[in-house]
C-alpha cells in the first residue's frame, strides 16, 4: 500500500509517503520512501518520485485516497531563478 506516515511535532504535522505492507501501523517501517508532503505551507507543498510510485503500483500497491489526489495534481514547477 502507498500511504502517509505522519511526522514532525506535535500540531506540526508533516507527512511522507511511504510504500507499506497494509497491516503495518501507520509509521512502521516501510519497504520503500517515494516522497514527501507537507500540508502547513500556503500552499500545500509535496514531492513524489513518480516513477517509483508508477513501479509499485504496477506490482500490486494500491494507494490511498489521500495519496491518489495527491498524484492527480499537477507537479509543482520548479522555482524561476531570480535575476
Known amino acids: 500500500m502507498i500511504r502517509l506516515a505522519r511526522f514532525g511535532a506535535r500540531k506540526q504535522p508533516y507527512y511522507r509517503v511511504v510504500v507499506i505492507e497494509k497491516e503495518r501501523a ?6 520503500e520512501v517515494v516522497g514527501t508532503y507537507n500540508p502547513r505551507t500556503s500552499p500545500a507543498t509535496f514531492d513524489l518520485k513518480r516513477e517509483r ?22 507537479a509543482p514547477a520548479a522555482a524561476a531563478p531570480v535575476a
Do not use: D, F, H, Q
Request: with cysteine; proline share 7%.
Open 53 to 74: 510510485i508508477t513501479y509499485w503500483v504496477s506490482k500490486g500497491a494500491k494507494c490511498s485516497e489521500r495519496v491518489g489526489k495527491l498524484l492527480a495534481m499537477p
Open 26 to 31: 501507520r509509521n512502521g517501517r516501510p519497504v
